[in-house]
């Protein structure tokens, strides 16, 4: 069972910080989680995830797991922590955004998700009752209720009934999930998915859904279908919508959100945990994010800069490499160029989480924002 | 200046134990150095090189750091060792194997080589002059003389007119060598190249005319045009025979070789030196080298085996990760694959080197070296 405890609430906006507790370590709030798609946070060691980054959870992805290397291996490796050899908490996803995403062939039907794999063509059905099993037997600290991702733009006859579905397969999941044990001596908690598109009466509809078959076991709720396709402030509009309906006492999680602006911005709307492949993904494209701006380090203006790659980085490679060898990675085709990179960026996202903690904690998070998100956006 | 200084050899075969000083730092040989080929060793961070692999020196090739960054921006960082902050020694070949490997169009004429670059077509010209002009730019502590590397093929004439143009080249390069500085306050030495092709009466003859050119500049020979398409047992033929005619106070270099078993054979024929992309390109493509042979890790074998890499090795991926892990992420085409395979292989490369080192200084080496040959080409 995990345990949320606020530690800081901010006078001036509904930003929250906290400590959330699992068998594998404490969470501290408001919290970015790097991606471990396939059990691995591309490009980076898990020695420097915990040494370097500061990460204090990560992300792994059902759909990629449950087809590789597959449930069988993963269940006599005892886990994907033991698999990975990581000792603090992950969290996983249901697996239906990627079904929705990756899969060349999908159906939906009331049963569940069926699916073709984007690896071999071979075919699988994702239901709320097999999505439980699978996700205890990968293993997390924390697994997602198995929804259906409705696009940004849906009209709201489809969004309804997108709803309708996810709320069936919440109450299918809910049930598999109480009356399941985790499988590894350690608890795992569950969070349901709040969705509803872009549409208030339908995010007010799933709150009060999700809210009846709230219990212990709900570690927390995530909010889904945003950062889909819908302009920013549409996300923003939700979120100051949806989080004062979401238990005060029990973390909230923003799916796959977002640029430091997003994730600074939701932070003030009450949102406590993040997850995102930007870092690492830009990273490999060579976009950093730094507290100055974002650098396109393709750029020709870095060639013959030698100064650090980010003076006030605080990853070991922001000391050690410099801007005009970091671009001559990029312009050489060097994978040393995305490791550094995704390194950077990953270190600068755990950075901006902490240090919004701490001005939550001093109470002055507001103003600290509202400057933070002109220079965060900058391109330098 | 460098210095060279004995510190043990063989009783029962030409192997040699000893300290290669440089301004940079101090070398034990024999030695492996890993490629770093645009300054960068593909895919391990510059920290994991001196702390966790225990790499003295690395190497930078010429061709590829000539053509990207470009002279300019190296001069500009005050040479390699700022530009890719490594503060241990570094040794430049002379781009002269790469322009027969890599340009789409080369010419040889007496006065030097004209190509045509792999990235843009663009046209240049490699002399021995500008060679050494480029090498004092790049800054390595150790550079290698312009030479032609004769195909293991070639016929006795072809090997015997490539070898008046290296001995040509090598007057030259010579001359500018002992007429030019180092630019950035610490000292270069040079090692020229024996050639000669598979031809006992060239190689004599290679080294004849190199010790015409013998000062304390000269600070190592090195051993050119093996592992170029010969057979194995030729080029230990060609060392058997060339080390005895070297100075026995100056390190001798095996350039680009070569597999484990390769430097073992290769250090009894008394060979200090080596460098090879085998640790980190076979390793990109799943293949580990280990005290017991051998592994391919996209093997099927591995799926479900969850001991560690290699209990015997001694980087930290050997011990954080399991044989399952490591070949889910090759199947899955993960770039960490990549960077865990380079890591092992490359500090069972110097593992590899430093055990030579203990049993030529315990005078047991050539037995050692037996049962080693036998194991460490076994496909586990």
Not at 49 to 61: F, H, P, R, T, V
Not at 252 to 262: A, C, D, I, K, S
Not at 300 to 317: E, L, M, N, T, Y
Request: hydrophobic fraction near 40%; glycine fraction near 10%.
């Amino acid at each position: 069972m995990s345990k949320f405890v606020l530690t800081a609430t901010d006078p001036c906006s509904r930003a929250r910080a906290g400590i959330l507790s699992t068998d594998h370590g404490e969470v501290h709030t408001p919290i970015f989680m790097p991606v471990g798609t396939v059990g691995s946070v591309k490009g980076v060691y898990h020695r420097d995830l915990k040494e370097d980054i500061g990460a204090e959870i990560i992300l792994g992805n059902t759909y990629h797991l449950y087809l590789r290397p597959g449930l069988g291996i993963l269940r006599e490796a005892g886990g994907l922590h033991r698999f990975e050899n990581w000792d603090r908490p992950i969290l996983t996803d249901s697996g239906g955004f990627q079904v929705f995403s990756l899969a060349p062939i999908r159906k939906i039907t009331p049963e569940g998700c069926h699916f073709a794999s984007h690896i071999d063509g071979s075919k699988h059905l994702f239901t709320p009752e097999n999505n439980v099993e699978t996700q205890r037997i990968i293993g997390a600290d924390i697994v997602m209720a198995l929804d259906e991702c409705c696009p940004g733009d849906a009209d709201y006859r489809y969004a309804e009934k997108s709803l309708a579905l996810t709320q069936d397969w919440l109450n299918r999941y809910v049930a598999a999930f109480d009356t399941t044990e985790p499988l590894y001596g350690y608890s795992q908690t569950m969070f349901p998915i709040i969705q509803g598109c872009v549409y208030p009466e339908l995010r007010k509809r799933a709150v009060d859904h999700a809210m009846t078959l709230d219990n212990p076991n709900r570690g927390g709720y995530a909010i889904g279908g945003l950062a889909v396709g819908e302009p920013a402030e549409k996300m923003y509009e939700m979120l100051d919508l949806t989080c004062p309906l979401l238990p005060s006492g029990k973390p909230r999680y923003l799916m796959g959100v977002g640029t430091p602006e997003n994730i600074l911005e939701a932070i003030a709307l009450g949102v406590d945990m993040f997850d995102c492949v930007m870092p690492t993904r830009n990273g490999r494209n060579g976009m950093l994010f730094t507290w100055n701006g974002i650098m396109n380090m393709r750029n020709r203006k870095w060639a013959d800069d030698f100064s650090p790659i980010d003076p006030d980085g605080s990853s070991f490679v922001d000391r050690t490499y410099s801007k005009a060898y970091l671009r001559h990675l990029f312009v050489s085709g060097e994978m040393f160029a995305a490791m550094i990179a995704s390194e950077h960026n990953l270190s600068f996202y755990l950075d901006l989480v902490r240090e919004a903690g701490k001005h939550i904690e001093q109470g002055d998070f507001v103003s600290w924002k509202e400057l933070m998100v002109k220079k965060l956006m900058t391109r330098l």
